[in-house]
Structure formats: structure tokens, C-alpha cells
């Protein structure tokens, strides 16, 4: 059974999706009506409306992380659901700190492999591998298996 944190996720995918294409619309009112899916299941929306808050006003900066660390892949080229769970993986690595980075990477190919095609669960993973490996190495060096 999925966490209300893994729905609200999807309703942030979702709505970060939507919003690319969708110009002018609120992106609050997308997102209210992508939780309204998993309205049972996640009665407390804040976590999400926290989440959305963020990748939006730090999108420049999670956009140009993506560029920097797979600059064989331009950010226009990368599917726009990739590059949505892209922003919300780097987002939570790089600035919320009550999520453990392999928690960020895992959703991330989580969300990949039931929304991405079949290449985007190894693209998502090794792009937020290296995006915590550069950015978080304390917290990467504790999840790397020990050297016998």
C-alpha cells in the first residue's frame, strides 16, 4: 500500500506536469484537483502543497542542476514526466531535509517505472545517484556499501 507522502508525490508529478503545458493556469487549483485522485488516502495535503511550492520557485536552479549533471541529455529532449520527477527528486535531495536522500531516489524510480517508459527508471536513478552523490556526500557515503 503506498504512503500518502508516495500519492502526494504523484500529485505533484502530476501537476508539474500539467503546468508546463497548461500556461496561466494556478498551479494550486492543478494540484488540488490531482490530490482529489488520492482524496481517501491523503487527507492532509500539506506535505504535497509544500512540495509543489518549492519545485516551482526553485525550478531555474533544479532545471540548470539537470543540465550540469546529464549534460548529454538536454533538458527540452528529456520527457517531460522524467524531467517533472527530475525537479522533485533534486528538489527534496538539494532542500528537504526530513527526506533521507535514497528515500528521494527511490520514489523517484518509483514514480519512473509506473509513469516513465522503460529507460526512465535507470535515467531518474542515475541522474539523482549523481545529483547526491555531488550535492549530499556525507549522506551518500553512509548508504555506499563498505570496502571489505
Known amino acids: 500500500m503506498a ?3 508516495h500519492l502526494a508525490r504523484i500529485a505533484v508529478m502530476q501537476t508539474v506536469f500539467a503546468y508546463e503545458f497548461r500556461e496561466g493556469v494556478d498551479p494550486d487549483q492543478l494540484l488540488e484537483t490531482n490530490l482529489k485522485e488520492f482524496s481517501d488516502k491523503v487527507q492532509d495535503p500539506s506535505f504535497a502543497e509544500e ?10 536552479e533544479l532545471l540548470q542542476i539537470i543540465r550540469d549533471e546529464a549534460p548529454e541529455w538536454p533538458v527540452e529532449k528529456i520527457a517531460p514526466v ?4 527530475l525537479e522533485i527528486g533534486i528538489y527534496e535531495l538539494m532542500h528537504s531535509k526530513d527526506v533521507p536522500p535514497i528515500v528521494a531516489i527511490n520514489e523517484g524510480v518509483e514514480m519512473a517505472k509506473s509513469y516513465g517508459d522503460t529507460n526512465s527508471a535507470k ?16 549522506e551518500a557515503d553512509a548508504v555506499r556499501p563498505s570496502k571489505k
Do not use: Q
Request: zero cysteines.
Open 51 to 60: 512540495l509543489l511550492k518549492g519545485v516551482l520557485k526553485m525550478r531555474e
Open 82 to 85: 522524467d524531467r517533472a520527477i
Open 123 to 138: 535515467f531518474i536513478n542515475g541522474v539523482l545517484s549523481t545529483v547526491m552523490h555531488k550535492y549530499r556526500k556525507d
Open 3 to 5: 504512503s500518502y507522502r
